[in-house]
């Protein structure tokens, strides 16, 4: 069975940075494509970024290009969101999700492409 625990959230001001962390067990995880999603009160869930096996390609959400960094490491099993400069509009719950099969380019941003969720982890910016 595969389990995902993300870590790291918090209440901060805006401008601040966190790390998200997301432990994974169970499964082949240097398989997996590994992403971070995040829910708003009252929104779908809005794609972050993504990291392919093997580090190959990142892919990030526009707004958050050059602020969040994605990034993985296979030897624990865990995956990273640095997250700088946060905004108030990006408070949200954020998941990490796991793809156990291949995908490129805009597949890898869709929601229905991950088989398998964390609970999320909340996090609050203030003004």
């Known amino acids: 069975q595969v389990q995902l625990e993300e870590s790291g959230g918090g209440l901060v001001q805006a401008g601040d940075s966190l790390r998200l962390s997301c432990k994974v067990s169970?499964?082949?995880?240097?398989?997996?494509?590994m992403a971070w999603f995040r829910q708003a009160p009252g929104k779908e869930h809005d794609f972050v970024a993504a990291?392919?096996?093997?580090?190959?390609?990142?892919y990030y959400k526009d707004s958050v290009k050059g602020r969040f960094t994605i990034s993985r490491d296979d030897a624990q099993n865990m995956v990273y969101l640095q997250m700088d400069i946060l905004k108030p509009e990006e408070t949200a719950i954020y998941y990490c999700a796991a793809d156990r099969d291949y995908c490129a380019g805009y597949k890898c941003l869709d929601r229905h492409e991950y088989d398998y969720w964390g609970q999320g982890t909340q996090v609050t910016v203030s003004t």
């Open positions: 990291i392919n096996w093997g580090d190959r390609y990142r």
């Open positions: 169970g499964g082949d995880f240097s398989n997996y494509v």
